[in-house]
């Protein structure tokens, strides 16, 4: 079943993901940490921490949206980051922050299509993503992607969201995903389908197990999955 952000309006889920990001991105930045009790940023951290053994020259950040996961890369003093996202709004921002934090030299915004990379083949180091790929229209084609524009030998680092599985966590984070957040999201973003999209998105999400059979499908090597903070997300890292 593909979960929509707005079910009462037409237009593919990429469409309608880019207008929803769009319609939130001068708040993204600030709810997400507040919603995650800036736990968003440990993760970001851990996930870019995997490629410190690979020194990666050139990156690739999909789903790049205000930024974030490209910043934290510069801690691998790569050369150039290029991110790409399908939302201008949310470009925008990450552009002026770029800009505000002296990175716009080293950090590269544009946009593209994660499921239809107009970059060639085997170009970069390494491709991360955060919070992305649930948000594909087509899973696999972007994973697809992302593999062919990977060197080989190259690895992919994918953070994305999961669902605890062991109770009582499962039961907490279900309340406080499904009750709190659209709460306080539409508070606070003023978008009244942004934060049941983000509980409903994970719940139909593959995560764990299922999710590392897709990267194998895909013909990835060494795949692997690192949950974090009770599974609330993952980590996953596979090779070229
Ligand atoms: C939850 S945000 C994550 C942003 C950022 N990576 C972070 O860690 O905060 C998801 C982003 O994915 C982008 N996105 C969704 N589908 C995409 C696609 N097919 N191609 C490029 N970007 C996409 C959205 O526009 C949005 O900015």
């Known amino acids: 079943m593909t979960v929509l952000p707005y079910k009462d309006k037409e237009g593919s889920k ?7 990001f769009n319609s939130i991105s001068k708040r993204y930045d600030f709810l997400n940490h507040f919603l995650s009790m800036g736990i968003d940023i440990l993760w ?6 995997l490629l410190k053994a690979d ?9 790049t949206g205000t930024g974030d996961l490209a910043i934290e890369s510069l801690k691998l003093n790569p050369d150039k980051v290029i991110g790409v996202d399908i939302s201008e709004g949310m470009l ?13 030299h080293k950090i590269e915004m544009t946009m593209g299509d994660s499921e239809q990379l107009l970059f060639d083949d085997n170009k970069f180091d390494a491709v991360v993503v955060a919070f992305g790929v649930r948000n594909f ?4 084609k972007g994973l697809e992607d992302m593999r062919r ?14 669902n ?16 709190i957040l659209p709460l306080i999201g539409k508070m606070v973003s003023k978008d009244s389908s942004a934060y049941t999209y ?43």
Do not use: H, W
Not at 14 to 20: F, I, L, S, T
Not at 149 to 162: H, N, Q, W
């Open 44 to 49: 970001r951290k851990k996930a870019i921490s």
């Open 198 to 240: 983000l509980p409903e998105s994970v719940q139909e999400f593959p995560f764990g197990d299922d999710f590392l059979a897709i990267l194998d499908k895909l013909g990835f090597k060494e795949t692997k999955c690192i949950p974090l903070t009770f599974g609330i997300s993952s980590i996953y890292t596979a090779v070229k």
């Open 14 to 20: 990429k469409e309608q993901v880019a207008e929803m």
């Open 92 to 104: 925008e921002m990450g552009r002026a922050k770029m800009k505000r934090l002296g990175y716009d």
């Open 149 to 162: 524009v990977l060197k080989d030998g190259g690895k992919v680092v994918i953070l994305e969201f999961s």
């Open 137 to 140: 229209q087509n899973l696999e």
């Open 164 to 179: 605890p599985t062991a109770f009582p966590m499962k039961q907490l984070y279900s309340f406080y995903s499904n009750a």
């Open 55 to 63: 020194k990666p020259k050139l990156i690739l950040d999909v789903a």
